[in-house]
């Protein structure tokens, strides 16, 4: 439903789901279709950043930093994205080794005219019922290490701010 929705609408997806939960009576199910009971449900998790939510245990105020920074990366890489989109797009899909060539010239001759359908399809490029494509990876890739450098910047003045405000106490 949202997948159909972002075809026309501006849409970021981010999947958090935990693969490793579900019933186990739609496991069975459709075990007979081997289906991959380790990642139930479609589409397939973004691990990595559902992980990289998880990595450490944080305090709350911690845990506030990082998702600040997490959102303010991902706004700078929309930014990026759609500042010059056919070159961004297009380029990473035909210059990308991990699409095979069917599916390069699937996506470039379908090349949507809209914005939204061209960043669905850097999203949904190269998905598998399994993983998500290497574009949607990347993506979320540079958010993460962009958010990892501007959390650490931020809990830094995060607590000068509070030594400041406990010294004038």
Do not use: C
């Not at 739609?26 to 449900?41: D, E, I, K, Q, T």
């Not at 996506?107 to 494509?133: C, D, E, H, I």
């Amino acid at each position: 439903m949202i997948d159909e929705f972002s075809k026309h609408y501006f849409v970021v997806p981010i999947n958090l789901r935990d693969g490793k939960t579900g019933d186990l009576r739609f496991h069975l199910l459709f075990s007979f279709l081997r289906y991959n009971a380790v990642n139930p449900g479609y589409p397939p998790s973004d691990a990595e950043v559902r992980d990289w939510f998880r990595a450490s245990r944080l305090t709350s105020s911690e845990s506030d930093i990082r998702f600040s920074a997490f959102l303010a990366a991902l706004f700078e890489k929309i930014d990026e994205v759609i500042s010059k989109p056919e070159s961004y797009i297009r380029q990473r899909i035909a210059e990308s080794l991990d699409l095979t060539e069917e599916e390069k010239s699937a996506a470039l001759q379908n090349y949507p005219k809209s914005l939204a359908g061209q960043f669905r399809l850097l999203m949904t490029v190269g998905q598998k019922f399994s993983a998500q494509g290497s574009l949607r990876t990347k993506f979320y890739a540079d958010v993460m290490e962009r958010a990892d450098e501007a959390s650490s910047r931020l809990y830094v003045a995060s607590t000068l701010l509070t030594v400041k405000l406990a010294i004038r106490k």
